[in-house]
């Protein structure tokens, strides 16, 4: 059983912990592609919610116009119908 200094202590690690995540997060995620986050953002099932988070801040920070978010959505969709017909075969 956790008395008060125990839960404080508690909430501090896990507080660091978690700003250790969205760091490394970052700094994973400034090296994607555009349709790499697009990826993540389109799927956030398959990702931690703060990844989620973290790839739509990076992708909205790159302040792309409207021609760079057609480009990496049709990228995106490009490789997937690509995968598809790859499991077809």
């Known amino acids: ?22 760091m490394d ?13 697009l990826r993540i953002i389109n799927n956030p099932e398959g990702y931690q ?3 989620v988070g973290k790839a739509k801040k990076i992708f909205k920070d790159r302040q792309l116009s409207d021609e760079e978010i057609k ?3 049709n990228e995106l969709e490009k490789n997937g119908q690509e995968k598809l017909n790859k499991e077809q075969k």
């Open 25 to 37: 997060f970052t700094e994973k995620f400034k090296t994607y592609t555009n349709t790499e986050l």
């Open 1 to 22: 059983m956790l008395g008060s200094d125990g839960f404080g202590i508690y909430k501090q690690v896990t507080s660091k912990l978690q700003r250790n995540i969205t």
């Open 71 to 73: 480009f990496a959505q």
């Open 49 to 51: 919610p703060i990844a």
